[in-house]
């Protein structure tokens, strides 16, 4: 049969495409489903299904979002010579109060914003993103994920990683819906879903990330087979945090993700990858653990790339990749809400990683990884010198905050209340970072990534100070 | 008449809308920024600054000035910063609209930077707007707006204009089915809020006057609606005369939220603008704002702060004096090639305000396939009408004609282009027709 003919007696849904048998050839199906030129009408009818294999994970808002008229306008008509365009109100570029800007890196070079280049940092841009930024973070995700399904992936520039997070989930979730997460799990998130009042599914994370008998085991109340086709009151995708996981500084291993992708598939889910701190894994960057996309050959993974920890928090720029039919909708919402990340930022960043260079960029994560490397040091040493016994932790393999466990107390709330009246010391009570509502916790996060050694040392022997107060004052 | 009482916000808010709260991280975050220094703070995951990649900077004004980003401000550029907008910004705007709309119940009102208004309206329709909920707005109207709305499968209520803006016997007529006292409360099956872009509107370029202004506002108190006042365009009057009051400004009963932005006088790709309304409105927008962008670009924001200080408030009004100017000759130029061009085959009225003039296309009842199908062969890029109309399926005969940023002699050569495109239109309707 040749390839053509094996997916068009396919009889299970697009999606299931990259089974084992297929998996080779998975790339070619893809290529060959999204070439759309050598796709004659009958498979574009293929290629539909395809898009119709991804409503079900929509809600109908999300469902009912089309491109905005005036891209589908400026889409059509490309940049040729001799056309007039009158369809944009562009402002003219003129009237700008700032014509160009330089900019001084840290090892003394200059990125020079030229009038042409400040003109374009300054104008509307494209909703997917600036050209030369688009170009470099493809080049990244190839050459650290190397996606399965490329052809059929799409990406776009965000504001922020966050901000493509909450597209994703808004055009996914619906009031009451199941929502399976990291449990403990990163507080923006919970933000995000919190006020639809979902059930969560919390899964337990621990030093080696998410725990796939955990993961099987909050979805063992549904049958898999039901599960992957129906539309409600099933859950249709997983957040996860899976390296240097916020709070626990977990790094999810090559094993565990290869068994939560195989349960995903066969429930049909959506795996959210929320990657921010991709480099700031404590280790050789040639031993990161495969990441969800690179393993993703169903297409049902959604990536969330951030420059936050490596460049820039404050430019607001991050990146998203995942199966076009869902990407394609998410940046049609894009499209009339935030338009694009500021152009000033996108152009910066771009300039920044072409004046590095990819290898230089790398460089660079690496002497910050080493920098929180030796940081997450520094604390593990005071934590170790005040803390012990009263305080138990793993050691964290990525990010850049500690998840302690108070001994003998069921939750910190009042704790850290206080810590910070009695002691002067803040630290975030770990209440904070479950799924449910009034629920208890013993641990306490504390971050790592500005606190000197004194600092570090001092605040730990005021912990330790009140905590042998509170275990003196209870006996 | 300043009245006592104060709104139910909450019956303009969904059901999600009203779950939302401050996260907390960003409460911390805002905690930590008070940088007191006998505390130990070892809580947000703040970036070590000292990777930063950049050092310092400066920008170059048209007019020589540089703004300089020293090493300090660099790394308040390139770090977190608060959800609803660089404090010394914040200040500086609403010193702003102080001086320029000057709104009663000031200390009611809150207001917070947004990226870009697109991104306020979008917040706006998330925090209000349930699936088959009535919307209210003009008919043309912005056309992004429509794509917002679009996906709740609204039922829109569509108000007539003229070249004076929006109609307020449409809008009294649209809403006569309700009662207004029973409609004031009700929380469901009516409408609860009005869209406006009324000055220089996209896409008629009309001027809402100052009495329709009042009359229109009169209708919102009456029918307790909330009043989206989007606009851009607000420094591109082109007129001599004292500007008609906006909507802000005649907001006694708070219940306008105002969104304006940076783009038409600074740039676009900024994306800084801000929106200004009733403190609980504009609370559960910033709570938004925390789970989406977390806030406007700390460059963004910093570097329009210092444009601004370099200005002073006479700078300001210097520039987008100059940017009127522009723009008022661009305006009267399209509308000279239209005269030229198009006098015998287009209607139109000669846009107030705005970026873009509305032409009437007097004989062909639908311009959507001339636009997008035949104008490329005819190398001219004008936008359809359809996607302005609430019902863009219907035929159209409007075209949308930006003037913002082509040259004077390319607009005559694309109005040339348009008459022969219309022309050879016109014979291919008239040989179909047999």
Redesign the interface.
Known sequence: MTVLERIKSCQAPALHLGKRGFKDESVTICSVLCENTILNSADKTIYKRMDHQYLRFLNDIASERKESLLRVTFNEQNESAGIIKMGGGMPNPKLSPIREGSLTLADGRMITLNEPLMEEALQYGSSTGYGPLMKQIESLTQRFHAPPCWPNTMMFVTAGSLSGLSLAIEAMISKGDYIIIDNPCYPGTLAITDPYKPRYLGVEADADGMNPESLRSVLSPWNPQKAREATHGVPKFLYTNPNGCNPTGGVTTTERKKEIYKIASEYNIIILEDDPYYFLQFRDQKDFPPSYLSLDVDGRVIRFDSFSKSLSAGLRVGYITGPQPLIKRLNYHQQCSVSHASMLSQVIISEILRLMGEDGFLEHVRKVQEFYRSQRDKMLDAATKHLSGLCQWDVPAGGMFFWMKVVGVKDTLKLTKKLSETKRVIVIPGVGFLPQENQASPYIRISFSTATKQEMDEGFRRIAELLKEEAAVNK | MESASRMDYTRFMT???????A???RD?FN??QQGRD?????????????????????????DGTK?I?DKNTMK??????PSGGYPPLVKQLEAMVKKHHNPPRWSERKLMTI??I??G???TV?MMMN?RDFVLLAKPTY???L??I????PRILAIETDENGLIPGSLKGALSRWNPKEMSKAHKDVPKFLYMNPTGN?PTGTVLSADRRREIYDICCQYNLIIIEDDPYYFEQYTSEAYPPTFLELDTECRVIRLDSF?????????IGYAIGPKSLIEKLIFYQ???????????QI?LHQ?LNVWGEDGYEQ?VE??KE??WK?RDDVVACAEKHLSELCEWNVPGG???MWIKVKNIPDVWDML?KR??AK?????PG??SMPD?SSPCPYVR??????PTE??E??FR?FAELIREEMSINKSTKG
């Open positions: 059901d999600v809308t009203k779950n939302r709260k996260t907390l991280l911390l905690l930590q006998d505390w130990i703070y070892v809580i947000a995951g703040l970036p070590n600054e000292s990777f930063f990649p950049l050092k310092e900077g400066q920008f170059t004004m048209a703004i980003l308040e550029c390139l770090q977190y910063g990226n870009g697109q991104d309206l979008a917040a998330t699936e056309s992004t707006y794509s917002l679009q996906p709740y499968s996209n783009s038409k006088t600074i740039g676009g790709g900024l994306r925390q789970v989406t962008t977390q806030h406007v670009s700390s460059l963004s570097t444009i520039h100059k940017v522009f723009y661009k705005g970026l873009f997008m104008a490329a190398k001219v890029v004008l936008v359809n996607g863009s004609v930006a003037f913002s940023h082509t390319k607009i050569e694309a282009r």
